[in-house]
């Protein structure tokens, strides 16, 4: 069973459809990490022109699932409750397999360093317990 669905999961971060990138959070320790997951389908707006033939879910866009649960992670914080998090770096990042119609990625973010409304968090996507994509992504807190 899942710590959050989507709609509990629009009630922490802005983002909505067709940019809320993922499904549900499994696990949480706000201000530390969280453990999201996305449910891959051929049904998403990308696959139209990314490649068609040969659907494969953008690096970038794994990347912002990440971040979206790095967000959760950090404004379900009291302090932070009805703020957004911005992307401010995007350090390290290397995708190692592809991400297609029916993968399961489960997203996880860390949080290594905060000071202030900035902060930087570890990033792991897997599928299948296999790293799809990794990247230290740091963040910026506004109104």
């Known amino acids: 069973m899942s710590l959050y669905t989507a709609k509990e999961i ?3 971060i802005p983002h909505r459809y067709p940019f809320l990138l993922i499904d549900t959070i499994e696990e949480l320790e706000p ?3 969280a453990l999201g997951k996305k449910c891959v389908s051929m049904n998403e707006p990308y696959f139209q022109g990314h490649f068609p033939g ?13 971040a979206q649960v790095g ?8 302090e932070w409750k009805g703020h957004t998090a911005y992307f401010a770096g995007i350090d ?15 997203l996880e973010m860390e949080i290594i360093k905060v000071k202030g ?6 990033a792991t996507a897997t599928v299948n ?15």
């Open 10 to 12: 629009m009630d922490i």
């Open 31 to 33: 201000g530390v990490r």
């Open 54 to 66: 040969n659907p494969v879910m953008p690096g970038v866009l794994i990347i912002e699932a990440l």
């Open 71 to 78: 967000a959760v992670a950090i404004l379900s914080q009291p």
């Open 92 to 106: 390290k990042a290397k995708f190692r397999q592809k991400v297609m119609p029916g993968d399961v990625l489960m």
């Open 117 to 122: 409304p900035v902060g930087v968090g570890k």
């Open 129 to 143: 317990g296999k790293v799809a994509a990794s990247a230290e992504l740091t963040f910026a807190i506004g109104v």
